[in-house]
């Protein structure tokens, strides 16, 4: 059908018959390639709220530590319960 023109034999666009062959693959592709995005941005989405989200825990465990202590220094609490409040304030 092509024979003599194109690049050996198969038409204009190098890909067969004027570049028809792989037109669902194009679709399929676009779509791989936007599901991929989505999926990058939302990974960097969820990081970027872990990282605050630890960044901030941080300074309100320490707070609350440094409140826990004073509590226990001042004999308002217990050892028992400086050490069960202070599990929980650090997550154990």
Known sequence: MWRGCGFFGYGPNFIGRGGFDLFPYWYIMLGVK???GIAFIFAA???AKLL???TYAKGI????LEI???RYAK???DEQEYISRKKKILGY
Not at 61 to 64: I, P, Q
């Open 52 to 54: 605050l989200n630890k």
């Open 34 to 36: 936007v599901v991929i």
């Open 75 to 77: 004999g308002e609490i």
């Open 45 to 47: 989405i969820y990081l």
């Open 61 to 64: 465990s320490s707070a609350a």
């Open 68 to 70: 826990l202590n004073e």
